[in-house]
C-alpha cells in the first residue's frame, strides 16, 4: 500500500502488485468456472466418466455461495461505517 500524505489529507493507494492480485481474485472464480465448463465438455464428447466433474461442480456452487455471502457481509458493514481500516 501506497500512503501519500498532503496537508492532513492521508491517501491510501494499492500498489501495483496489490492491483493485480485484486484482478486475479475477484476474477479467479469465474476462470475456474470456465475452466471446469470446458473440461466437462470434453469428458462428454470422450463419454468419460463424469463422477469427479459433478462433485467438482458442486465445491464451486458451495464455494460461490459463501464468496457471495462475504461479499454481503462486507458491504453491509461497509455500509453501516465500520471502515477497513478499523477491521484489521
Known sequence: MIVRQQGGLTEFIP?????????IRDN????IANLNARLQ???TELD??????EAFTEIMKRIQQE???T????????????SHSERI
Open 15 to 23: 500498489s501495483p502488485r496489490e492491483k493485480r492480485d485484486g484482478v
Open 28 to 31: 479467479a472464480l469465474e476462470l
Open 41 to 43: 465438455r470434453i469428458e
Open 48 to 53: 468419460l466418466p463424469s463422477k469427479e466433474a
Open 67 to 69: 464468496e457471495t455471502e
Open 71 to 82: 461479499k454481503r457481509i462486507n458491504r453491509k458493514l461497509l455500509d453501516s461505517g465500520v
